[in-house]
């Protein structure tokens, strides 16, 4: 979501501006910068990806709509999470590998401000709701436990409407104030990120303890006879659910790890780099966890790729 591999504010970090107001590579000139083999790779890493994101992510959209036995409001959640993925791989992914190759292109410094610019906001907008909307499943899951019957009453798709029109509206907000007080928007980064991941680790945390208890008054025939919960049905669909919140931490992981890094003097260009292909990679292996994790919609996409085939 954020980068000190920054076009933005400090063009000159990666090129220097010659007075046709071009770039010229200045990665042979400084030993801590990539050298052209690696700002290549990451470019067509990233290009590949992109394209993995967009198909993954379009075919797990059309899918979805096929799935009835997931509870609309839950799927709704899965819907928002394919489209910021879908989102992330169509538009950002792009315009990072460009800037990425943009000492090698030799590009207008004003092309390469602008384009950062864009890329700047527009990661936050669909990075951030990518964490939110993930934490926002983990929620719901712990809900759907504890609530029993009147889950379905609390939980209403007018209501997930409302929560996830707010979660886009606060990112869009983040996006905004990136583009003109990076400061803000770093600390408010640094606040979002931790208590989402916080949030998460409460709600499985507390699913699994609620899970042992009922487990264990099962186990000594004290269950209540109107106990509602299909105790390992839930119990696999909240391991599916961790799945992707573990792969969501696995690849924002190392990117908070770089920023501790450099606010204490440690790191380079080729940091960033790499931190940031991994959090967009994060975009292209969610509709692999719906389709490993998911019985039912692997079952979709399958089914899917068949029409598409035939």
Known sequence: MVSQFQFSEQPTTMANITGDGNFTSK?????????WSTLAFIAAFNIFLSIA???????????????SSIYPPTKLFFVCLAVTDLS??????????????????KMNVNEVFMMSRVRDALSWVF???????????SVDRLLSLLLGLRYRYVITLRRVRVVIICFWFVCALLGSIRIFR??????????????????????????????RHQQVQICHGRANGDIPLNIARYRKSVSNILWVQLTLVACYGPWGIAVVLY??????????????TLIYLNSSLNPMVYCWKIRTV????????RQIHC
Request: proline residues 6%.
């Open 27 to 35: 990665l042979n000139q400084s030993p801590g910068d990539p050298p």
């Open 53 to 67: 994101v967009c198909l993954g992510n379009a075919l797990i959209l059309v899918s979805l709509r096929k799935v």
């Open 88 to 105: 992330v791989g169509s538009i950002v992914q792009p315009i990072y590998a460009t800037l990425v190759m943009s000492p090698l292109m």
């Open 127 to 137: 990075c951030g709701a990518s964490i939110l909307t993930s934490t926002a499943i």
């Open 182 to 211: 990076s400061d803000i928007a770093i600390k408010a980064a640094s606040t979002l990120i931790p208590l989402s991941l916080i949030t998460s680790i409460f709600c499985y945390t507390r699913i699994f303890l609620k899970l």
């Open 263 to 276: 606010v204490n003097g440690i790191g380079n260009d080729g940091t960033w780099l790499v931190t940031e």
């Open 298 to 305: 692997r079952q979709a996409v399958k089914h899917t790729i």
